[in-house]
């Protein structure tokens, strides 16, 4: 899904490949099995809720506005209606937190 930073599927191939290079490196995800919610919540109780809104606000979840050049939108504006902006914002929500961004 759009809303999965690395797909457990890419990291068992990377291990996969790792391992047949010769390589010795476990890795996991550990958010693999939390909400997008979850993950700012937690992300809250480790850098406070004000600093975790202000990073988090620095991501870019839209899939609509990078496809619209000359629009006049800056690059890092949000459309708010697309699957992974509307995932976003529920997370925001989830998380008791502000979206700062456009």
Same mark, same amino acid.
């Given at each position: ?9 890419? /990291?068992?191939?990377? #291990? @996969?490949? +790792?391992?047949?290079?010769? $390589?010795?490196? @476990? ?7 939390? *909400? ?6 937690? %992300?809250? %109780?480790? /850098?406070?809720?004000?600093? %975790? @809104?202000? &990073? /988090? ?8 506005? #990078?496809?619209?050049?000359?629009? $006049? ?10 699957? $992974?902006? +509307?995932? #976003? #914002?529920?997370?925001?929500? %989830? ?5 700062? *961004? &456009?």
């Amino acid at each position: 899904m759009s809303t999965r930073i690395t797909h457990p599927l890419v /990291l068992s191939r990377v #291990r @996969e490949a +790792l391992r047949a290079l010769g $390589g010795h490196v @476990e890795s996991e995800n550990p958010f693999t099995v939390m *909400t997008k919610g979850e993950m700012h919540a937690e %992300a809250a %109780a480790a /850098l406070g809720k004000q600093d %975790a @809104e202000k &990073i /988090l606000s620095m991501s870019h979840s839209c899939s609509h506005v #990078r496809y619209a050049v000359g629009t $006049g939108y800056p690059p890092e504006t949000q459309c708010g209606v697309c699957f $992974g902006c +509307l995932v #976003r #914002r529920s997370a925001f929500h %989830a998380a008791g937190m502000t979206d700062t *961004t &456009i």
